[in-house]
């Protein structure tokens, strides 16, 4: 698999791999490339794959994680560094102190600081986006880049994320399909090994992720907007 290292230095879209291949590799393998093909700087996590539905269709009872880095976190969105960009409305959260592995969802909701709007610019370096559940790991779970929102929530923003390119909306999803934050960062502190006071993480999307194109994207919640340029 360092064949997706040098597509994502490459930049190249003609050059994106076919997905669906048996690659002789588990879950936990696919995370140790993931670990190894993304290097830096660890500032949190994303979550993807966290409706009952996304997971039935790659056949797994869990959510999946990716790694987010400095240089990940973006003020405007530019087309060109990217293979074929997809965006998806989300919740981002900001850690006010460690987690522990082993953590309870009370103890793990407690240590929430605020939460923010966000969006993920997946990225994946699979044609199409079809890939197997190793593929999507081993490519930090589709991650290119994320917008975290400037208004902190000191809760878990209620009803719906409604997200426009150019005013036309693209996606809209309840954010009580994001499941429960405490239960999710219970998880996510087991799989990594804890987490640490002033990470990030984005809870993943309630909506299905849209081809991205030029223009001002606006994400609305609870009267509330998130807007990034996208060029």
Same mark, same amino acid.
């Not at 240089?71 to 850690?95: C, G, I, N, Y």
């Given at each position: 698999?360092?064949?997706?290292?040098?597509?994502?230095?490459?930049?190249?879209?003609?050059?994106?791999?076919?997905?669906?291949? @048996?690659?002789?590799?588990?879950?936990?393998?696919?995370?140790?490339?993931?670990?190894?093909?993304?290097?830096?700087?660890?500032?949190?996590?994303?979550?993807?794959?966290?409706?009952?539905?996304?997971?039935?269709?790659?056949?797994?009872?869990?959510?999946?994680?990716?790694?987010?880095?400095?240089?990940?976190?973006?003020?405007?969105?530019?087309?060109?560094?990217f293979l074929q960009p997809r965006v998806e409305p989300e919740v981002a959260?900001?850690?006010?102190?460690?987690?522990?592995?082993?953590?309870s969802p009370g103890m793990a909701y407690r240590a929430i600081g605020y939460?923010?709007?966000?969006? @993920?610019?997946? @990225?994946?370096?699979?044609?199409?986006?079809?890939?197997?559940?190793?593929?999507?790991?081993? @490519?930090?779970?589709?991650?290119?880049?994320?917008?975290?929102?400037?208004?902190?929530?000191?809760?878990?923003?209620?009803?719906?994320?409604?997200?426009?390119?150019?005013g036309e909306r693209i996606a809209e999803g309840s954010v009580e399909a994001?499941?429960?934050?405490?239960?999710?960062?219970?998880?996510?502190?087991?799989?990594?090994?804890?987490?640490?006071?002033?990470?990030?993480?984005?809870?993943?999307?309630?909506?299905?992720?849209?081809?991205?194109?030029?223009?001002?994207?606006?994400?609305?919640?609870?009267?509330?907007?998130?807007?990034?340029?996208?060029?």
């Amino acid at each position: 698999m360092r064949l997706l290292e040098a597509i994502r230095e490459a930049r190249r879209a003609f050059i994106l791999l076919k997905g669906g291949q @048996d690659w002789g590799l588990g879950v936990e393998e696919a995370y140790s490339i993931q670990e190894t093909l993304f290097p830096g700087p660890l500032i949190g996590f994303k979550l993807g794959l966290v409706s009952v539905e996304k997971q039935r269709q790659m056949g797994i009872y869990e959510p999946i994680f990716g790694r987010v880095y400095p240089r990940m976190l973006l003020k405007e969105v530019a087309s060109s560094h990217f293979l074929q960009p997809r965006v998806e409305p989300e919740v981002a959260l900001v850690l006010k102190e460690d987690i522990l592995s082993g953590s309870s969802p009370g103890m793990a909701y407690r240590a929430i600081g605020y939460f923010f709007l966000g969006l @993920d610019i997946l @990225d994946s370096v699979w044609e199409d986006y079809r890939f197997t559940l190793v593929e999507v790991v081993a @490519d930090n779970a589709s991650g290119g880049g994320f917008i975290l929102g400037l208004k902190p929530y000191g809760h878990l923003p209620r009803g719906s994320l409604r997200l426009y390119l150019n005013g036309e909306r693209i996606a809209e999803g309840s954010v009580e399909a994001l499941g429960d934050p405490g239960e999710r960062l219970s998880w996510l502190a087991e799989k990594v090994g804890g987490l640490k006071a002033g990470q990030v993480v984005f809870l993943g999307s309630p909506a299905q992720a849209v081809p991205l194109s030029e223009g001002v994207l606006e994400l609305w919640s609870e009267g509330e907007v998130l807007l990034t340029r996208v060029t």
